[in-house]
Nanobody, 114 residues
Framework: VQLVEFGGGLVQPGESRRLSCAAP????????MDWYRQAPGKQREFVAQ???????NYVDSVKGLFSISRDNSRNTVLLQMNYLKPEDTAVYFC?????????WGQGTQVTVSS
């Protein structure tokens, strides 16, 4: 399963950034899609999920700040991140769980710093 993330980079505190993840069409259309992140020295953590039907779930720390969505025409899952903070600095991973196995993209680095 190939998941490819785009959109990372260096941003200043308070700015916004949008990440995208392209997935194979069959995988995308039949599965919930997730974003995780891993900060330096920390465990990978769940950030957000968008279900097949478009329902969303977020970790408490990003509720009201981040927004996950699906672009069904492009088989892409988006993560809009607003009001970024230094503690949001991490490698962000797109992920999907298939038949009990979790698959990951290569990750994209987001660094929030002035």
């Amino acid at each position: 399963v190939q998941l490819v993330e785009f959109g990372g980079g260096l941003v200043q505190p308070g700015e916004s950034r949008r990440l995208s993840c392209a997935a194979p069409s069959r995988i995308f259309s039949l599965n919930n899609m997730d974003w995780y992140r891993q900060a330096p020295g920390k465990q990978r953590e769940f950030v957000a999920q968008v279900t097949i039907g478009g329902d969303t779930n977020y970790v408490d720390s990003v509720k009201g700040l981040f927004s996950i969505s699906r672009d069904n025409s492009r088989n892409t899952v988006l993560l809009q991140m607003n009001y970024l903070k230094p503690e949001d600095t991490a490698v962000y991973f797109c992920s999907v769980r298939l038949y009990g196995v979790r698959y990951w993209g290569q990750g994209t680095q987001v660094t929030v710093s002035s």
